[in-house]
């Protein structure tokens, strides 16, 4: 039963995410970048940047990101229904079971 109730908190398959959050709990993180993430209670991100790119890998739940400038490497977010990007600006990205959403908020 323990293992239940944990689930409940954090979903076990997003223990080993780069960034997560818990039943009821939001979370703000910096990027290196300078663009932010806001991520919904539930939620778990993989954040890959290099040279060429900065990809955030949304494997659960809904984040709003806002996207610092940079005209050398687009950012993306991921998911298992396709992938939306931006070179700047803010937007909500969702992934559920029937599926994914995006929402331009500001450009």
């Known amino acids: 039963m323990p293992g239940f109730l944990a689930n409940r908190v954090v979903p076990v398959g997003q223990l080993m995410a780069d960034a997560r959050t818990g039943t009821g709990e939001r979370r703000d ?3 290196p ?7 919904n209670a539930r939620s778990a991100v993989d954040i890959r940047f290099s040279d060429m790119a ?11 990101a806002t996207v610092h400038p940079d005209a050398a490497r687009p950012f993306s977010v991921r998911m298992t229904h396709g992938r939306v990007g931006a070179r700047e600006g803010r937007f909500l990205v969702g ?13």
């Open 29 to 31: 993180i910096g990027l």
């Open 33 to 39: 970048d300078g663009s932010r993430l806001l991520l």
């Open 54 to 64: 900065r990809t955030v890998e949304l494997r659960a739940g809904e984040l709003i």
């Open 95 to 107: 992934l559920h079971a029937d599926g994914g959403h995006a929402i331009a908020l500001s450009h």
